[in-house]
């Protein structure tokens, strides 16, 4: 029997938790600096991967940064640390980029106007920007494993686990992405988008 100063062996200290572990805690609890810590870590990323992920718009962007983390505030009690902080951010990034594109395309004239006003460049010798131009026209599905492939630099296997697909469907994905990315740019960067 153990006496009433002894945890039960399974039991885990916050002494014996790692740093990541005890600011899941945290976040848990609902503590304040937690969320500023996890902002001032993750911050920088997920605005990254959001302006990449909605076509490198900076507005949209920014609204995304926003509610990814006052979803992971909101959430933060029922995060079990199944995977890191930078995978849950990354997944709940990855939603809302979505659901903010689901909302857009439903206004078809708005997207009709749009697409009239912003013309395709002209080769200026802007490279980056054609490329960012060509991947911002990519389906939403395909644009997102060139984002995180590419520009993210995950693995098809982290790829698949965070968008929830097999490592074959990021590959057709990246497949068919490089395919439309090498006949849009080919001119221009050559065999950039071939595998890494």
């Known amino acids: ?8 062996p ?11 572990s005890r600011q899941i805690a945290r976040l848990g609890r609902r503590e304040p600096a937690a969320l500023e810590e ?10 990254r991967l959001a302006h990449r992920l909605l076509g490198w718009n900076r507005a949209d962007a920014a609204d995304i940064v926003q509610d990814v983390f006052l ?9 079990r640390g199944d ?16 659901s903010l594109r689901r909302r857009k395309a439903l206004d078809l004239r ?3 106007t749009r ?3 912003d013309p395709t460049p002209q080769d200026s010798g802007e490279t980056p920007e054609l490329v960012r131009h060509a991947v911002s026209r990519l389906p939403q599905h395909e644009r997102e ?5 590419y520009l993210e630099e995950m693995p098809a296997a982290r790829i698949a686990e965070m968008l929830g697909i097999s490592t074959g469907a990021v590959d057709v994905r990246l497949h068919r992405a490089r395919a439309k990315l090498k006949a849009t740019l080919g001119p221009h960067v050559g065999e950039s988008f071939d595998a890494r």
């Open 83 to 98: 995977s890191s902080l930078a995978s849950w951010l990354t997944r709940i990034t990855i939603n809302r980029c979505r």
């Open 110 to 112: 708005r997207l009709w």
């Open 10 to 20: 399974d039991a885990v200290r916050p002494a014996d938790q790692d740093p990541e």
């Open 115 to 117: 697409a009239q006003r």
């Open 71 to 79: 979803r992971a505030w909101q959430h933060a009690p029922r995060f």
């Open 145 to 149: 494993v060139v984002v995180l492939y």
């Open 38 to 47: 996890l902002i001032e870590s993750h911050q920088p990323r997920v605005a």
């Open 1 to 8: 029997m153990l006496s009433p100063m002894t945890a039960p």
